[in-house]
């Protein structure tokens, strides 16, 4: 984000709790990492703000966010989601989250969970990430990588050098 987002958010009414307690800040937690960059894929052509206007609903046709729950997801909770005027109804960022949950829940499997597949790849420099990315995920280039990526402090750049939150994080 720029210095303009960490100057504008902490008084904003739909952005300032992202970016005061989850924007740059790391977690290990399968279902936050599936939800951001479900959040991102979503975002992709759309302002964030709405992104966020939407996160209650999204998290609510996704099943919370549980991976196990939308790998499983079929062309009846495609049709769901599709209707679903609460969410960002786009047929193919739908069919990609569904897909990327089928390959978070293989991480497992060979890596313990999606944390652990990221810290086993970290430090990776930004074109490197977007490039495993691509390769591994659907719908994910350099914007939504890129983004995820600093969402979580893998990746630099979440906050300018003067915002109070990214002076927190770096503490």
Not at 32 to 45: K, N, Y
Not at 51 to 74: D, E, H, I, M, Q
């Amino acid at each position: 984000m720029s210095r303009a987002y960490c100057e504008m958010a902490p008084d904003h009414p739909v952005h300032a709790s992202y970016h005061g307690t989850e924007y740059g800040f790391h977690s290990a937690d399968e279902t936050v990492l599936f939800e951001r960059l479900a959040m991102e894929i979503m975002q992709a052509g759309l302002s964030w703000e709405i992104v966020l206007k939407k996160r209650k609903a999204l998290n609510k046709a996704f099943g919370r966010f549980r991976v196990a729950t939308v790998a499983g997801y079929g062309a009846m909770e495609v049709k769901r989601l599709l209707a679903d005027e609460g969410i960002i109804r786009n047929r193919l960022k739908i069919a990609a989250i569904i897909h990327n949950a089928g390959v978070v829940l293989e991480m497992r499997k060979t890596h313990g969970g999606f944390s652990a597949w990221l810290d086993a790849q970290h430090p990776l420099g930004k074109a490197e990430w977007v490039k495993l990315f691509k390769k591994t995920f659907k719908f994910t280039g350099g914007e939504i990588t890129g983004e995820f990526l600093m969402s979580l402090g893998y990746l630099p750049g979440a906050h300018w050098e003067g915002c109070a939150v990214g002076k927190k994080l770096a503490n």
